[in-house]
């Protein structure tokens, strides 16, 4: 699992916002480490699976990204892809970044679309994986190699959180989470053979 190398990442204490930088140190959490990254247990995973890639690389955010970086994105993702391949070959799953994280320190999630979760109890949760508020990370890696940065705007972003809530699957508008968390269970989130 470790490669037995320190890790990179400058630790800091405090505030919530920093935590995911504690946790790749926390073998409760932990599930895989290279000496690139480390794949972590999200604590409040919104899915059946979810997952988080972090870089042992210091990098606060997207924005902090540089043309140099495609190369550890692209590692990240192959990373989250190949664990995914040895959890669950029957879920389907996104792979994809928040365009403006509540967390500090770049991570990669990698989420199962069941969405089957008790720690799944808000529009922000929702809306915060089922809008473009999740970005690809395809595109991300496609953003960086064609602009050498990647920065999305904020305002416009945070405003998708307050969208009303719909069906990831067939875009159904829902009253609320438990309608919601009803509804979806009516969809498969099996992969088609």
Not at 50 to 57: A, C, G, S, T
Not at 87 to 108: E, I, N, Q, W
Request: glycine fraction near 4%; aromatic fraction near 8%; proline fraction near 5%.
């Amino acid at each position: 699992m470790d490669s037995g190398k320190p890790s990179k990442v400058q630790k800091f204490t405090g505030h919530w916002s920093q935590g995911l930088l504690t946790s790749m140190d926390d073998p409760e959490l932990v599930v895989k480490s290279d000496d690139r990254a480390v794949i972590i247990k999200d604590k409040y995973p919104k899915a059946k699976h979810h997952f988080l890639v972090l870089p042992k690389e210091t990098l606060p955010n997207l924005k902090s990204l540089k043309p140099e970086h495609v190369d550890l994105l692209e590692h990240l993702e192959k990373m989250a892809r190949h664990l995914v391949d040895t959890t669950d070959k029957t879920l389907k799953f996104r792979y994809g970044y928040h365009a403006v994280p509540s967390m500090s320190h770049l991570h990669l999630h990698a989420i199962s679309q069941d969405f089957d979760s008790p720690c799944l109890k808000t529009k922000k949760h929702w809306n915060s994986f089922t809008t473009e508020y999740f970005v690809d990370s395809k595109d991300v890696i496609e953003r960086l190699k064609k602009h050498g940065k990647v920065e999305y705007d904020i305002k416009e972003n945070t405003a998708l959180l307050n969208n009303d809530l719909r069906c990831h699957v067939c875009g159904s508008a829902q009253k609320n989470m438990p309608a919601l968390k009803t509804h979806i269970k009516c969809h498969s989130y099996k992969v088609e053979s």
